[in-house]
């Protein structure tokens, strides 16, 4: 059982940080957080926009919590809630909707689902008949187009979402991100996105960018074979892999790939196949060009013929695959 130092003294204070409902948080006190199990460690708000938080609440990496600057938001399922009452949370344990910061912390646990709730097929985290948030925003989506109740809280009720699919096409479900750590910007968003305008909305956005540091570890994101490999753009190269049921384009990484890294090679899902290259100048404006395509079509990816992507006819837009891929995080 999860054990906390922290006192049994719980300050009702009035509600705050942009929270919309009229309850008050409960406030746990302390100055010696070194029993928690988790050590949280502030870092960019990467995701942020991909997850979906009420009012002005955003989500939060590090803690996978809807934060403000002092408390984290529930609903809380049940076996958080006992465990605050262990710690002498007592009825209010049950009646407020927002915790103490770092109280919540300890009380959700680190994994990609909350203590006391399983990730099921449909990449929510469930506990008795009911799913738990933050949501991304492809499952805020799908609450709305249906007109289920309550999309912008963070409990749904299950029997809603049994239509639900969390991928678009029929990957590998243990395939994996591509970059060794998690991109250091929102790719769904502003010029990084799928679809995004170039040359002035002459042409779209083929990829997913993925901002990383040159010499960031790019991996396999399942096992396939490297097609080819070529210069790209820039001073970057491109590497190709038929992974089976889809293909991908590793765009923008360096021109020198690590030992043993071959055309016609295959590879298995996690190896290191490149990195991340330079095509500004080192440590600036760098990252994977992340593009994917279905496999159905042969011939050069690149199609300037084919507007508005100049892209062969299967490019897919890998906007899901990645996302579905953010509980390694």
Request: charged share 20%; net charge neutral.
């Amino acid at each position: 059982m999860l054990s906390l130092k922290l006192p049994l003294l719980i300050l009702l204070l009035a509600a705050c940080g942009g929270q919309s409902s009229n309850q008050q948080p409960i406030e746990f006190q302390s100055s010696d957080m070194s029993g928690s199990p988790t050590a949280f460690v502030e870092q960019p708000k990467r995701f942020q926009h991909q997850f979906y938080c009420p009012g002005s609440y955003t989500y939060n990496p590090d803690s996978l919590l809807c934060e403000s600057n002092s408390h984290a938001l529930g609903p809380f399922n049940e076996t958080m809630k006992a465990l605050c009452r262990e710690e002498g949370g007592g009825d209010a344990c049950d009646e407020k909707d927002r915790w103490e910061k770092s109280f919540a912390r300890g009380m959700r646990g680190v994994n990609r689902c909350p203590t006391g709730t399983a990730l099921n097929e449909r990449h929510f985290c469930e506990s008795d008949g009911y799913v738990y948030g933050p949501f991304i925003n492809d499952q805020v989506d799908y609450c709305y187009r249906n007109k289920i109740k309550g999309c912008k809280k963070l409990k749904w009720s299950l029997d809603s979402f049994t239509g639900y699919r969390a991928r678009q096409y029929d990957f590998d479900a243990n395939s994996i991100f591509p970059l060794v750590i998690p991109a250091l910007a929102d790719y769904t968003r502003s010029g990084r996105q799928f679809g995004a305008n170039r040359n002035g909305g002459r042409r779209k956005h083929a990829a997913a960018d993925l901002i990383a540091i040159d010499g960031t570890q790019i991996r396999a994101v399942q096992d396939g074979t490297i097609l080819d490999f070529y210069k790209f753009y820039k001073k970057s190269w491109a590497l190709v892999v038929d992974h089976g049921n889809f293909i991908v384009r590793y765009g923008e990484v360096a021109p020198t790939l690590p030992e043993g890294i071959e055309v016609g090679q295959q590879v298995t899902k996690g190896m290191i196949i490149a990195e991340v290259g330079v095509i500004s100048k080192p440590g600036t404006g760098n990252m994977l060009h992340f593009e994917m395509y279905q496999g159905t079509e042969t011939g050069n990816l690149t199609n300037r013929s084919n507007p508005p992507y100049m892209r062969r006819a299967d490019l897919m837009d890998p906007t899901d695959f990645l996302l579905d891929r953010l509980i390694q995080f």
